[in-house]
């Protein structure tokens, strides 16, 4: 255990929300809220009204401190939304949440540098959450917004992840952004080993001394191992949850909010 308590000494990482600042020295859980008909796990695709504002007041009410917007599925095979589409869909939902919950914090989950500036300047989106491992054109969208960045990896080793990364965290900062957020893409461009691995190999993305997300929440990875589907995986994510917070993570997203709110708390249990 002298190991992860010298890790988490290191971890004191803040976010720039706006002007307030969000701590992470306590790992924060991010609450998926999808606004699509084709997400690949069926219970949290939310596209009425009254299931939106339903789903947002369970993630907050459940522990969550950061809402996860998305309107465009990236499940493998699934048709891509235009980005008129996708804009609908994330003005329909942003409108309910932010009447709901007006002072919460919002990540986008987008691709798109257009999508993302429609984002912050019409509904005061906090963060951007980019799943395409980002590109010149949204780098200068985010630093001009001014708002925290995920930057994922479609790697599929450690090696790779830190070698894109550092190369495009350069890059972000040559455009004025402040706040990265490094996620290493489990389920991305990887085999079901390949994800292992790098969870295996967690830790080593502190040495780029930034915040890291985890998302494994159901994903292949999961229920491919275990031969079950993604409503089965509840378990096999809280698992590889604690195991990410071991080595590191800073913010879990997830689908089971209360379950990781849990394991959080257990792990912050354990560091004490």
């Known amino acids: ?28 859980v991010m609450g998926i809220l999808n606004v699509t008909p084709d997400s690949f796990y069926a219970g949290s695709r939310k596209q009425t009204e009254g299931e939106i504002a339903e789903r947002c007041h369970q993630i907050v009410s459940e522990g969550g401190t950061i809402i996860d917007v998305g309107g465009c599925s990236t499940r493998p095979g699934a048709e ?5 589409e996708e804009m609908e869909r994330l003005r329909f939902a942003l409108t309910v ?20 500036r429609m984002a912050v300047e019409e509904f005061g989106s ?19 917004l001014g708002v925290p960045y995920i930057l994922m990896s479609v790697q599929p080793t450690m090696r790779e992840t830190l ?7 350069q890059q972000l900062r040559d455009f004025g952004a402040k706040d990265i957020i490094l996620d ?42 275990f031969g079950c589907t993604a409503n089965e995986s509840l378990n096999g994510t ?31 249990q354990i560091k004490l």
Not at 97 to 116: C, N, Q, W
Not at 132 to 140: A, I, L, V, Y
Not at 186 to 215: A, D
């Open 1 to 28: 255990m002298n190991y992860f308590v010298s890790l988490w000494a290191i971890m004191d990482y803040t976010l720039n929300i706006h002007g307030l600042l969000m701590d992470l020295e306590e790992p924060q």
């Open 80 to 84: 891509v939304a235009s980005e008129t």
């Open 238 to 268: 809280t698992a590889l949850n604690t195991i990410a917070l071991m080595k590191g993570a800073s913010i879990l997203r997830v689908h089971d909010v209360r379950e990781a709110v849990e394991c959080v708390s257990i792990v912050q």
């Open 184 to 225: 290493p893409g489990f389920g991305f461009g990887k085999t079901l080993e390949q994800n292992y691995q790098i969870m295996n190999e967690l830790e080593q993305l502190q040495v780029m001394e930034l915040p890291v997300l985890v998302g494994v929440s159901r994903k292949s990875m999961i229920y491919k191992k």
């Open 97 to 116: 949440v932010r009447r709901e919950l007006p002072s919460a914090v919002v990540s986008v989950d987008t691709f798109r540098p257009d999508v993302a």
């Open 163 to 169: 070698l894109t990364f550092a190369q495009k965290i």
């Open 126 to 144: 906090d963060i951007i959450n980019d799943v395409s491992e980002g590109n010149p054109e949204m780098f200068r969208m985010v630093a001009r």
